[in-house]
Every structure is written in C-alpha cells, then in structure tokens.
C-alpha cells in the first residue's frame, strides 16, 4: 500500500525588515526571519554562471535559481548535478548562497521555487501563518514533478544527471528522503533535519518513516540534538526502520549534533552553530562524492 501511494506521487551586518524586499528568487531574505545575523556568507559569483532560471513544469514555469561554473554555460563541461531544496520560506538569499558554494567546487546546483504555485512565502511575517496558507497546500506530488521537471532542465543545459544529488533543509529535508525514494538517477542525498513521521494527509500521504522499503539513494541525515521539533526518538525509529530496508536504506546514517537546535546550518539565523554547520556541510560534500555525485 505504502509503494502504491508512492508511485502515486508520479502523475555581513544586521539588517532591519524595510531592507530586504523579495524581488527575484534567490534575492532579499524571508520576512519571517529578519533582521539577518551579521554571520551570514556571501559567496562570489567569480567563475560562475548564477542566478534566477524558468523550469518549465507543464504548462507552468517554474521560477528557479541555478549555479554552475562558467564552463558548463560555454558547453565545455557537464557538471554533476545537486537539487537544493528549501526550507518553508522559498528560494531567498541563503539558499541561492548555497548553489554558489556548491558551484564553486564544480557542481551544477538547483533550487527550485516550489511554493510559486501557492503564495510568495518570502513575504510572510508568521511562520504559522506561512505553513498554513502557503506550505501546507503544497501536495508532495506537485513537489515530486517539479523535481523532476528540475532533472530534465538540467540535463538539457549542461548537466551530468548520471551524478545527482539531492541536499534540502528542514521541510527540503522532508522532501529529500522521499526524493531519494522516487528517482533511480538520484545517487544520494543529505538531509538537514527534515521531519521524518507526520500524519498520512491527502497531500503529504508518506512521510520519510515510510519509504526504506523502497529507498534507492542512501541518505545522510543531519540533526540537531535540541531540535524541539524533530524528537530524538522518531529518529531512533528512522534508524530501526532503514536497517530492514533497501540496501540503500541500510547504507543510510545519521549523524546528530547534541548541542545544536533547528536549522543550524542556517547562518542567516539566530539557529546556526557554526561548528556543526561546517562539519556538516564537509560531511555533506564528503557523502556526494563516496555515492558517485562529483
């Protein structure tokens, strides 16, 4: 029942609000979290090709932002490929910061706007009221598609989809291990303390507790230790139930952070620990490369 429901899913300083404004994806940061830490890493575009592309999805185009190096645009390199997917609040500054640093060490990498359909998440001041108008009326099938539609744009535009990847945060998190679970190209993905249980709804019907059985890409799970929303416990469960799976489940791992809360990779935020961040993010590179994405 679970495989059927599945393979349904187929079909630097401190800033005030008034300084960001969402214009493009990837500029300005998510109302919810100003003002920004003065922590926050600003990556170079030098040698890169960076910036905001359309991904056609159907009848709709998908907003995106896309780095790679400069080669891959002048046709001289076919990059391997990395899915960034975001957290609730969209493809703002930081997650376009995360494309370039994956760019700047060779890879061709992706985040899509996934919630353009839904509302602009950017401008949002409340979290709660965020999830539920925008991120809770996201169905994980739409989701699936636009990845998808993300795979097939990148390997018409100098990407090598036979080395995929696939990084989220926290709700891309989520959306990594179920991806993992869906596209037999995916060599690995590495999710940053995504919920792993939930309740099967109409548009979430699995959640990532649900998918070793059929897991094809092993995953590495990065987790804070006082994360208040994710509980040790359901990841406890997460590791009991990835040992009886796939082989892919069975290559799984988690590493976990005991001091670090939600979103510390989020350097942008009050949330980041720069220790785990950046031993993550080395562990994160690290697993791209050992499964074959690099």
């Known amino acids: 029942m679970l495989q059927e429901e599945f393979d349904s899913l187929h079909p630097t300083r401190d800033l005030s609000r008034r300084d960001f404004v969402a214009t493009a994806v990837g500029s300005g940061f998510a109302a919810a979290v100003l003002p920004v830490s003065a922590q926050t890493i600003d990556t170079d ?45 969209g493809v703002h500054q930081h997650i376009a910061d995360v494309t370039r640093r994956l760019a700047k060490l060779g890879y061709m990498a992706i985040a899509p706007e996934f919630f353009a359909r839904q509302g602009d998440a950017q401008s949002y001041t409340d979290i709660p009221k965020l999830v539920a108008e925008v991120v809770s009326k996201k169905p994980d099938s739409q989701a699936m598609e636009d990845l998808d539609a993300t795979v097939a744009w990148a390997a018409a535009n100098g990407g090598d989809i036979d080395r995929l990847g696939i990084t989220g945060f926290c709700w891309g998190g989520r959306i990594t291990w179920l991806y993992a679970a869906r596209n037999p190209r995916v060599k690995a993905g590495v999710a940053w303390y995504g919920r792993l249980v939930g309740e099967a709804r109409a548009l979430t019907p699995i959640h990532p507790i649900d998918v070793p059985s059929f897991l094809r890409a092993p995953v590495l799970g990065l987790y804070g230790g006082q994360d208040n929303g994710i509980p040790l416990d359901t990841i406890d469960k997460m590791k009991s139930v990835l040992a009886g799976g796939t082989p892919a489940a069975r290559k799984s791992e988690f590493v976990i952070y005991p001091d670090a809360p939600h979103a510390f990779h989020a350097d942008y935020r009050p949330s980041y620990r720069k220790e785990a961040a950046e031993d993550g993010w080395k562990r994160c590179l690290e697993w791209l490369k050992m499964h074959g994405v690099g």
Do not use: D, H, K
């Open 45 to 89: 575009t030098v040698g890169l090709v960076a910036g905001p592309v359309s991904i056609p999805v159907g009848n709709f185009r998908m907003p995106a932002y896309r780095s790679a190096p400069e080669a891959v645009q002048a046709g001289t390199l076919a990059a391997p490929v990395v899915l960034v997917v975001s957290e609730v609040f």
